[in-house]
Protein backbone atom coordinates (compact mmCIF):
# COMPACT_ATOMS: atom_id res chain seq x y z
CA UNK A 1 0.00 0.00 0.00
CA UNK A 2 1.21 3.52 -0.81
CA UNK A 3 -0.74 5.48 1.71
CA UNK A 4 1.17 6.69 4.14
CA UNK A 5 0.00 7.19 7.70
CA UNK A 6 0.65 10.90 9.23
CA UNK A 7 -0.77 10.69 12.85
CA UNK A 8 -1.94 14.10 13.04
CA UNK A 9 -2.55 15.18 9.83
CA UNK A 10 -4.28 11.88 8.52
CA UNK A 11 -3.05 9.61 5.48
CA UNK A 12 -1.16 10.72 2.88
CA UNK A 13 -2.57 8.71 -0.32
CA UNK A 14 -0.85 8.60 -3.56
CA UNK A 15 -3.64 8.35 -6.79
CA UNK A 16 -3.65 7.13 -9.76
CA UNK A 17 -2.79 10.42 -11.49
CA UNK A 18 0.30 10.14 -9.60
CA UNK A 19 -0.64 13.34 -7.23
CA UNK A 20 -0.34 12.99 -3.21
CA UNK A 21 -2.87 14.27 -1.38
CA UNK A 22 -4.24 13.94 2.43
CA UNK A 23 -7.15 12.33 3.42
CA UNK A 24 -8.72 12.24 7.16
CA UNK A 25 -9.91 8.55 7.08
CA UNK A 26 -12.27 7.58 10.29
CA UNK A 27 -14.23 4.11 10.65
CA UNK A 28 -12.96 1.11 12.14
CA UNK A 29 -9.07 0.03 10.67
CA UNK A 30 -10.21 -2.15 8.31
CA UNK A 31 -12.47 0.32 7.11
CA UNK A 32 -10.04 3.12 6.50
CA UNK A 33 -7.81 0.30 4.96
CA UNK A 34 -10.36 -0.16 2.58
CA UNK A 35 -11.03 3.33 1.75
CA UNK A 36 -7.12 3.89 1.53
CA UNK A 37 -7.01 0.92 -1.39
CA UNK A 38 -9.92 3.00 -3.08
CA UNK A 39 -8.67 6.18 -2.98
CA UNK A 40 -5.46 4.86 -4.58
CA UNK A 41 -7.21 3.86 -7.94
CA UNK A 42 -9.07 7.45 -8.20
CA UNK A 43 -7.46 10.91 -9.73
CA UNK A 44 -7.11 13.55 -6.84
CA UNK A 45 -9.54 16.15 -6.80
CA UNK A 46 -7.42 18.40 -8.73
CA UNK A 47 -7.48 15.83 -11.65
CA UNK A 48 -10.73 15.50 -10.91
CA UNK A 49 -12.36 18.50 -11.29
CA UNK A 50 -10.14 18.95 -14.37
CA UNK A 51 -11.14 15.98 -16.34
CA UNK A 52 -14.77 16.63 -15.46
CA UNK A 53 -14.85 20.25 -16.39
CA UNK A 54 -13.25 18.99 -19.93
CA UNK A 55 -16.00 16.42 -20.38
CA UNK A 56 -18.57 19.45 -19.89
CA UNK A 57 -16.60 21.86 -22.26
CA UNK A 58 -16.83 19.44 -24.74
CA UNK A 59 -20.20 17.96 -24.08
CA UNK A 60 -21.47 21.95 -24.42
CA UNK A 61 -19.58 22.49 -27.67
CA UNK A 62 -21.33 18.93 -29.31
CA UNK A 63 -24.51 19.95 -28.03
CA UNK A 64 -24.13 23.31 -29.34
CA UNK A 65 -23.64 21.90 -32.52
CA UNK A 66 -26.14 20.07 -32.70
CA UNK A 67 -28.81 22.63 -32.05
CA UNK A 68 -27.16 25.25 -34.01
CA UNK A 69 -29.65 24.71 -36.66
CA UNK A 70 -32.78 25.72 -34.65
CA UNK A 71 -31.38 29.81 -34.52
CA UNK A 72 -32.84 30.25 -31.07
CA UNK A 73 -33.29 33.59 -29.12
CA UNK A 74 -30.91 34.69 -26.79
CA UNK A 75 -31.10 34.32 -23.13
CA UNK A 76 -31.59 36.79 -20.63
CA UNK A 77 -30.18 37.06 -17.17
CA UNK A 78 -26.89 38.11 -15.26
CA UNK A 79 -23.55 36.62 -17.74
CA UNK A 80 -23.44 33.66 -15.37
CA UNK A 81 -26.92 33.17 -15.58
CA UNK A 82 -26.61 32.78 -19.27
CA UNK A 83 -23.75 30.98 -19.36
CA UNK A 84 -25.26 28.56 -17.52
CA UNK A 85 -28.45 28.42 -18.81
CA UNK A 86 -27.17 28.49 -22.77
CA UNK A 87 -25.54 24.95 -21.30
CA UNK A 88 -28.23 24.15 -19.62
CA UNK A 89 -30.63 24.63 -23.03
CA UNK A 90 -28.39 22.99 -25.65
CA UNK A 91 -28.04 19.62 -23.48
CA UNK A 92 -31.80 19.42 -23.08
CA UNK A 93 -32.73 20.68 -26.72
CA UNK A 94 -29.68 18.16 -27.87
CA UNK A 95 -32.05 15.73 -26.39
CA UNK A 96 -35.24 16.60 -27.20
CA UNK A 97 -33.59 16.93 -31.20
CA UNK A 98 -33.16 13.42 -31.16
CA UNK A 99 -35.83 11.87 -28.85
CA UNK A 100 -38.96 10.95 -31.87
CA UNK A 101 -41.55 12.17 -29.65
CA UNK A 102 -40.84 15.40 -28.60
CA UNK A 103 -39.42 15.76 -32.29
CA UNK A 104 -40.11 19.41 -32.98
CA UNK A 105 -42.48 20.17 -30.25
CA UNK A 106 -39.27 20.13 -27.20
CA UNK A 107 -38.04 22.73 -29.65
CA UNK A 108 -40.84 24.80 -30.18
CA UNK A 109 -41.79 24.75 -26.45
CA UNK A 110 -39.09 25.84 -25.23
CA UNK A 111 -37.88 28.33 -27.85
CA UNK A 112 -40.32 30.66 -25.88
CA UNK A 113 -38.27 30.28 -22.88
CA UNK A 114 -35.32 33.13 -22.94
CA UNK A 115 -35.35 33.68 -19.09
CA UNK A 116 -32.02 32.24 -18.11
CA UNK A 117 -33.18 31.61 -14.24
CA UNK A 118 -35.81 29.44 -15.36
CA UNK A 119 -33.86 27.41 -16.97
CA UNK A 120 -31.82 26.88 -13.99
CA UNK A 121 -34.53 26.91 -11.86
CA UNK A 122 -36.12 24.17 -13.87
CA UNK A 123 -32.72 21.87 -14.64
CA UNK A 124 -33.59 19.05 -12.84
CA UNK A 125 -36.93 18.08 -14.12
CA UNK A 126 -37.88 14.87 -15.97
CA UNK A 127 -38.60 15.58 -20.01
CA UNK A 128 -42.20 15.60 -19.69
CA UNK A 129 -42.33 17.56 -16.55
CA UNK A 130 -40.46 20.33 -18.36
CA UNK A 131 -42.10 20.46 -21.43
CA UNK A 132 -45.29 21.38 -18.88
CA UNK A 133 -43.38 23.37 -17.40
CA UNK A 134 -42.44 25.03 -20.79
CA UNK A 135 -45.27 25.08 -21.97
CA UNK A 136 -46.98 27.24 -19.29
CA UNK A 137 -44.27 29.48 -19.07
CA UNK A 138 -44.45 29.61 -22.51
CA UNK A 139 -48.17 30.83 -22.64
CA UNK A 140 -47.55 32.99 -19.77
CA UNK A 141 -44.81 34.72 -21.91
CA UNK A 142 -47.17 34.84 -24.76
CA UNK A 143 -49.96 36.80 -23.13
CA UNK A 144 -47.37 39.05 -21.32
CA UNK A 145 -45.96 39.95 -24.87
CA UNK A 146 -49.32 40.39 -26.55
CA UNK A 147 -50.43 42.42 -23.49
CA UNK A 148 -47.66 44.71 -23.34
CA UNK A 149 -47.75 44.93 -27.26
CA UNK A 150 -51.73 46.26 -26.51
CA UNK A 151 -51.17 48.28 -23.99
CA UNK A 152 -48.33 50.25 -26.55
CA UNK A 153 -50.94 49.93 -29.39
CA UNK A 154 -53.49 51.70 -26.70
CA UNK A 155 -51.30 54.51 -25.11
CA UNK A 156 -50.04 55.47 -28.69
CA UNK A 157 -53.57 56.20 -29.78
Request: aromatic letters at 8%; hydrophobic letters at 40%.
Given at each position: ??????????????????????????????????????????????????????????????DG?????????????????????????????????????????????????????????????????????????????????????????????
Open positions: MSAEHHPVMGQIITHACGHEQIHYLSGFASQQERKARWLETTECRTCFAATKQTEQAEAAVRAAIAHLNLPLLTGSDRQVAWATTLRASRLCRFVAEPVTKGKGFQVCALVTDAKWWIDHRTLTDTDFLIKAERSGVQTNFLASSNRNLALSKST
